[in-house]
C-alpha cells in the first residue's frame, strides 16, 4: 500500500510538472518523452492523466524530429509548435533553418508554411515526371535493341534496370546483343 501511495504520489507530480503552463512546447515534449523512456508511461497512461487526446501527444512528441536549430527557435518562441510540425512535411534535405528563418522574417501563419510545403512537393513531382520521360525513352531503345521487356526502378540518376526473358533461348539472345 505504501509502495503504491509513493507511485502514484510520483506519477502525479511528473505529470503535474508535463502539465505546467510556463513549459515551452520544446520542454513538454522532452518531459513527456522522459515520462515515456525512463519512466516506462505508455502513451494512454499520459493520455489517462493529462486528459490530453492521442494526435496531441503525438503532435508534442513530433518536434523533437526536427533539428536542434529548428527545436531552439520554437523553445525561444519564434515559430510555433503548429509551425514545427508544418515543417516536418518538408522534403528531407529541404534546409528547415532557412524555411524557419523566412517564417520569423515574413511572419507566415502555420498554413501558409503548409501551402508552401504542397507547393514545394508539387515542384519534386513535376521534377520526377521529367525524369520518368528520360527513363521512358531509355527503356525503349533498350527494349527495342534487346527484344525483351524492360523494368527501371528509380530515377534517371539512379536506379536498377530489370531485363525480363522467358526461355534459355532468350537469354542468350539479350547476352548476345549485350557482347
Known sequence: LFEANNEKTFELAIMENVQRQDLN???????????????????????????KKRTRIVNILRVLDLPDKVQKLIAEEKISRGH??????FKEDANLLEIAQSIIEKELSVRQVEKLS?????????????????????????????????????????????IEFSSLEELNKIIGHIE
Do not use: C, M, R, W
Open 25 to 51: 512546447p520544446i520542454e513538454e515534449a522532452l518531459a513527456i518523452k522522459e515520462l515515456i523512456e525512463k519512466y516506462n508511461f505508455s502513451q494512454e497512461k499520459i493520455i489517462d492523466i493529462t486528459g
Open 84 to 89: 514545427g510540425i508544418a515543417l516536418l512535411s
Open 118 to 162: 504542397k507547393n514545394t512537393k508539387s515542384e519534386v513531382k513535376s521534377d520526377k515526371v521529367k525524369k520518368d520521360i528520360y527513363i521512358e525513352n531509355i527503356i525503349k531503345i533498350l527494349e527495342t535493341k534487346l527484344g525483351s521487356k524492360i523494368n527501371v526502378k528509380g530515377t534517371s540518376t539512379k536506379g536498377k534496370i530489370e
